[in-house]
Nanobody, 111 residues
């Protein structure tokens, strides 16, 4: 099975930037099948950047950018101008909702 490991989360102040990474195991076919989700406190899990960056949730457009390195089986999420509303556990996904998930990395945006 595919294993996913996220990293890069932490505590930042509003307006700052953060870069998340997700490394997939050798069983992953392509990073083209990978996406980023997040779950904010008290809310349902939502798609942030889908289809390897082909689409973004409206609330993050212009601020978040997904990129990938298929040779390293790694995807990234560059987040700029972070807001308190971006506070969430961010999850890496392979293969869609019925696919595989990482354990998540916590991003906290607070002054």
């Amino acid at each position: 099975q595919v294993q996913l490991v996220e990293s890069g989360g932490g505590l930042v102040q509003p307006g700052e930037s953060l870069r998340l990474s997700c490394v997939a195991s050798e069983f992953a076919i392509s990073t083209a099948f990978m996406s980023w989700y997040r779950q904010r406190p008290g809310k349902e899990r939502e798609l942030v950047a889908g289809r390897a960056g082909a689409n973004y949730t409206d609330s993050v457009k212009g601020r978040f950018t997904m990129s990938r390195d298929d040779a390293k089986k790694t995807v990234y999420l560059q987040m700029i101008n972070l807001e308190p509303e971006d506070t969430a556990v961010y999850y890496c996904n392979y293969g869609g909702l019925r696919g595989y998930w990482g354990k998540g990395t916590l991003v906290t945006v607070s002054s």
